[in-house]
């Protein structure tokens, strides 16, 4: 019954999403507001339809309901409760009934928002919306349908990716969907503007929080990806460069550009061709990474889904970049800049060059991600391209933008003065230089960590030169400390949400720099009772036990942890057995600490607990990365605020 | 009227990339060959779960389809089964054994899925996993192809089609014993 419920709920969907653009778009044309009302009415049953999908999956999930293929494949008896409503997202079918949902509730909260405010953009935004939305329910028709059935009934289920199951994949999909779906918003609005002709300033305006709030979840996406990285995979990094990681981290390059790039079409009436086509192109890119994702076209530690779905998204991601670009392309008259570049030392500039470093960075990863298909195609040769590649073009242009990222904000427009060059920077140079330095006599070589300290304190202190400055200006007008800074946080919050976003970008600077250098790691093979020295910290191995959870078997291992300081502690490394896989899975254990983590890997034990192998790491600064990413998030929040707040 | 070219350059440069894209779809990351090509197949012998003794010594002369499966491997095992029992019906008459091998599963539901899908063909649990072992399995289906005079000739990972087993089998029954 499910199925078929299922598969109706969708058909429906997707006739409503094509009606609904249809009525939109040729109401745009003609101006009949009657069509606009049902295009609007389809958007809310769209949306209703979907939801009623997602709560059948859910139905289907939690009454293991094995007729549906969808619910076979992805969990089994023993599968927790809470995976099994996880489980929902935990492959391709399903994640596309979750980004449709959450396309739908987009999509009516611009109908909320703007039906009455920009009438003549208004319309062309649903239209596309509901036509961005109306694709993905064609995949979920054709190529990917989740409720599809299966015969005959499996008496239980394959059971979800061990991998899968664990805390971090309730958010971490969640979040990057937000990211990847609400870039959909600014796009929509730019198209709009395109089709109307009206390519100024006011696409960007309103869309501003848009892409603020999916520039923002994409970031959150992109860190819970590397904790869960971290402290399921058990090798003990965050970061691989694989194909699925470039794929989410491309789009967040080009809309760091965008961000920063709008500020100077706001400002100057400058770069509207480019900023047209950076939303354009981190669309394209959020297409792209599902299309990389889903297609199978590039190996990559995730696993892949294979099939027609391909076919449909590149035809789909061909549509938008050839579609979207053409129109561009029509409308390259009106997109003359009215302002010009004065001098090559002023904020527009070093905007530019923070763009061109980070569409470079967008396309050396994009590069090295469809290398492997290029050197096939060109040589016949298959390749992978790793880390190393990456790293070594990478890290010169992110150190450069943490330059930039502290001369940006401080320089003059038009063109800055000698005199306020030193003002603004003189010191906090110094203090960058001081800072590396003082590291580097306390025996610190590590050039990468040098540059980076150099530059961390560099942009800090140009922040907290900044914030002390407005400070004291505020005070004059009678505030104590405490209040004219939470008043100039408020007043001026897109500028000072900016400033903490850069923060915490600092901190995930320090995060990775002081993590690549700084951690260490070790393999033995130990007797039960005997210990092992690494950094400081002692680790004995105790004994193994085994138990059988609801979906797998389990051995755990039991370490003492001494570092001499402390007291000891227990740690409490396993490996989990699921029948439906080959390969047992590692159960990581850590202690997270400000400055290191102590980190256990259970590898090869003898099946009478008399010794095993453990892998100990001592990783340094990686929680650095989870803080900037708190800090991250309390910037954005700040930057969203309401522009209201501003003249209150 | 040079800007609007310009312009157009943009789309224009869209199309190379897409068609290194499109040629994606011609190629499999995942199709790696297997080291056993051509190499003696590794001798094993189980008990079917009917009961009767199954061993690769005992089938040489005819040229064996070896399949690996197991009753959770949804939807691969599912979708290749009824081409499995197609292929065998079609094939035994003509010097061709095909032999399945269940993999880490549970003896009820193995049976319920033979059951359900009527296989009639020599199938055997492989408790312990070592068959599956020494064939290099890495996931469920896998389906090994043996000549005549006992190597691995062909590997099919993932659900088998009718035409891959006939147009694969009807190769090595062309070969000479």
């Known amino acids: 019954m499910i199925p078929e419920l299922g598969y109706g709920a969708t058909v429906a969907a997707l006739v ?31 949306w209703v339809l979907i939801t009623a999908c997602i709560a059948l999956m859910l139905y289907a999930f939690l009454t293991f309901d094995f007729s549906v293929r969808y619910v076979a494949i992805n969990t089994n008896r023993g599968t927790p409760f809470y995976y099994r409503i996880t489980a929902l997202w935990g492959a391709l079918e399903g994640s596309i ?3 449709s949902w959450m ?15 920009q009438p003549e953009l208004y319309p062309w935004v649903l239209a596309v919306m509901l036509g961005i939305l109306a694709f993905f329910l064609l995949v979920m028709t054709i190529p990917a349908p989740p409720f599809e059935r299966l015969t005959p009934i499996p008496a239980d289920g394959r059971g979800l990716n061990p991998l899968l199951q664990d805390s971090g994949m309730i958010t971490h999909p969640v979040a990057l969907y937000l990211g990847f779906t609400g870039f959909t918003v600014p796009f929509a609005f730019a198209m709009a503007a395109l089709i109307v002709g009206r390519t100024g300033e006011e696409w960007i305006t309103i869309t501003r929080r848009w892409t603020i709030i999916a520039w923002y979840f994409l970031a959150l996406g992109l860190l819970i990806g590397g904790w869960w990285s971290y402290h399921v995979l058990g090798w003990g990094g965050y970061w691989a460069w694989d194909p699925v990681e470039n794929a989410a981290f491309m789009p967040w390059l080009t809309a760091t550009a965008f961000l920063h790039s709008v500020m100077i079409q706001e400002r100057r009436r400058m770069l509207k061709l480019w900023n047209l086509s950076l939303i354009i192109l981190t669309f394209g890119l959020t297409i792209f990474g599902t299309f990389l994702t889903r297609s199978g076209i ?3 530690v995730h696993s892949f889904t294979q099939g027609s779905i391909g076919i449909f998204f590149l035809g789909f991601l061909a549509l938008v970049l050839l579609g979207s670009f053409s129109l561009l392309a029509s409308r390259v008259e009106h997109l003359r800049a009215e302002g010009a570049l004065d001098s090559v030392v002023s904020r527009e500039s070093t905007f530019l060059l923070n763009n061109l470093f980070l569409v470079a960075a967008t396309f050396t990863v994009f590069f090295g991600t469809v290398f492997p298909l ?5 040589r016949g040769v298959k390749v992978s391209v790793g880390a190393p590649f990456f790293n070594l073009v990478n890290i010169p242009v992110f150190l450069a933008l943490l330059f930039l990222m502290g001369v940006g904000p401080l320089i003059a427009w038009r063109r800055a003065s000698a005199e306020s060059l030193k003002r603004n920077f003189l010191k906090p140079v110094l203090a960058g230089l001081v800072a590396a330095a003082a590291l580097r006599a306390v025996g610190v070589g590590n050039g990468l960590v040098l540059a980076t300290m150099a530059l961390v304190v560099f942009v800090a202190g140009t922040i907290a030169l900044d914030l002390f400055r407005a400070v004291r200006a505020r005070r004059r007008t009678g505030d104590g400390w405490g209040d004219a800074t939470w008043g100039l946080l408020l007043r001026q919050n897109r500028r000072y949400g900016g400033f903490i976003v850069h923060l915490g970008i600092l901190v995930v600077a320090l995060g990775v720099a002081g993590s690549q250098a700084w951690s260490v790691q070790t393999e033995v093979t130990l007797d039960k009772g005997k210990s092992v020295e690494l950094a400081g910290y002692h680790v004995r191995f105790d004994g193994l036990s085994a138990s059988e959870e609801s979906n797998h078997a389990k051995v755990t291992g039991a370490f003492t942890i001494t570092n001499g300081r402390a007291g000891s502690d227990v740690l409490y490394p396993a490996k989990k057995f699921y029948p439906q896989d080959q390969n047992p899975i590692a159960a990581v254990d850590y202690r997270l600490g400000f400055f290191e983590d102590v980190y256990l890997v259970l590898g090869d034990f003898a099946t009478d607990g008399s010794h095993a192998t453990v892998k100990l790491q001592v990783n340094r600064m990686v929680s650095w990365l989870w803080l900037g990413g708190l800090v991250l998030t309390l910037g954005a929040a700040l930057a969203i605020l309401p522009e209201a707040r501003r003249t209150a | 009227m040079r800007a609007s070219r310009l312009g157009w350059a943009i789309p224009a440069a869209v199309v190379p990339v897409l068609m290194l894209l499109a040629y994606g779809f011609k190629t499999d990351p995942h199709e790696i060959p297997s080291p056993l090509l051509g190499r003696p197949a590794t001798a094993f012998s189980l008990t079917t779960f009917a009961g009767a003794p199954v061993s690769l010594e005992g089938l040489r002369g005819k040229v064996v389809m070896l399949n690996f499966w197991a009753s959770w491997c949804v939807p691969a095992c599912y979708d290749e089964a009824p081409a499995l029992e197609r292929t065998w019906r079609e094939y035994k008459d003509k010097g061709v054994v095909v032999v399945g091998v269940d993999i880490q599963d549970k003896e009820e539901a193995a049976r319920k899925f033979l059951a359900e899908f009527g296989h009639s063909f020599p199938n055997a649990p492989d408790p312990a996993g070592r068959v599956a072992v020494s064939y290099g399995v890495y996931g469920v289906p896998e389906t090994f192809f043996i000549d005549r005079k006992g190597r691995v000739r062909f590997k099919k990972v993932g659900p088998l089609s009718d035409e891959f087993a006939r147009q694969h089998l009807d190769a090595l029954l062309k070969e000479p014993s």
């Open chain 1, 298 to 300: 590039i190996g990559s």
């Open chain 1, 374 to 378: 290029l050197s096939e195609a060109a």
């Open chain 1, 97 to 99: 009934v979750l980004w």
């Open chain 1, 16 to 46: 409503l999403a094509l009606w609904g653009a249809i009525a939109a778009a040729v109401s745009a044309r003609t101006g009949r507001a009657a069509l606009l009302r049902s295009g609007e009415r389809a958007a809310v049953g769209a």
């Open chain 1, 103 to 117: 396309l739908s509730i987009y999509t009516l909260i611009v109908v909320v928002q703007y039906r009455r405010r």
